[in-house]
């Protein structure tokens, strides 16, 4: 019998994650194992997310991150679940949920110190500055309940020559060489082209996360961006997959449903 073929078609992506509003964010995690695991002889029991390269890092992440944006103190069976399907990039930043998002995380990694180890764990600070990089670093640092990070990122890049210095690569060397981060690179929400261009001459960025969705991914520019940093040994992870037709949607049902 003929494997099937385990690629993922954008139609394929949407099936199974549309019904992430309408159930539970767990139910749809599940959801995108079995399905990435579907040659297996029992698909009913739940699989774990596949991995891959994350750069030239020679680490290998799970293909979904946990995006930590909101207040996750009290969701830590999600967090829980999460983790048990395979789902073991989790991003979060010093800002999101004014700081809840980070607390919530460290609070499950004291409740399950071994899972901690298995977690590529991202966060961010919303400066490049070399003094305000290190308070934020440590301030995460205790929210987190980690002495170190796996990937931090400058976050909302807009231009790599103006914003990342020669002052940040020197930061990130010293901040490498105390084992407070092990990878270090930028989220880009806007003027992703040029920032990724710019991201892969550096020769310094291990990671750069970047706004990328099925309105962007056909782009020659996209295109040629994206293979710059392919080149470059950086490791890409996409957001904003759904561009904004889920927004849309969601706004619809909620004036239907006033």
């Known amino acids: 019998m003929k494997k099937k073929d385990s690629r993922w078609s954008r139609r394929d ?22 399905a990435a695991n579907s040659s297996d002889s029992n698909p009913s029991e739940p699989k774990q997310v596949p991995t891959r390269p994350f750069g030239k890092t020679g680490e290998h992440v799970s293909k979904l991150s946990f995006g930590g944006a909101h207040n996750l103190k009290s969701k830590q069976l999600l967090l829980r679940q999460a983790f048990k399907l395979g789902v073991t990039y989790w991003d979060t930043a010093e800002m999101y949920a004014g700081g809840k998002s980070e607390q919530a995380m460290g609070k499950y990694f004291v409740k399950y110190p071994d899972d901690r180890r298995k977690i590529f ?86 990671g750069i996360m970047t706004t990328f969705n099925y309105r962007l991914m056909h782009t020659d520019g996209m295109q040629r961006a994206v293979e710059s940093c392919a080149k470059a040994g950086i490791g890409l992870t996409a957001m904003k997959t759904q561009a904004k037709f889920f927004s849309r949607f969601y706004a619809d049902i909620g004036r239907h449903q006033g």
């Open 13 to 34: 992506f949407f099936k199974i994650t549309g019904a992430a509003g309408i159930g539970s964010i767990a139910g749809s995690m599940e959801n995108i194992a079995r």
């Open 121 to 206: 764990l991202v966060t961010k600070a919303r400066t490049s500055d070399p003094e305000e990089l290190s308070k934020n670093l440590n301030q995460s640092l205790a929210r987190l309940k980690t002495d170190y990070v796996d990937l931090y990122f400058v976050h909302m890049v807009t231009d790599v020559k103006e914003q990342l210095t020669k002052a940040t690569k020197a930061w990130a060397a010293r901040a490498k060489a105390e084992n407070k981060i092990r990878f270090f690179g930028f989220s880009t929400h806007k003027n992703m082209q040029h920032c990724l261009m710019e991201g892969a001459k550096l020769g310094w960025i291990d």
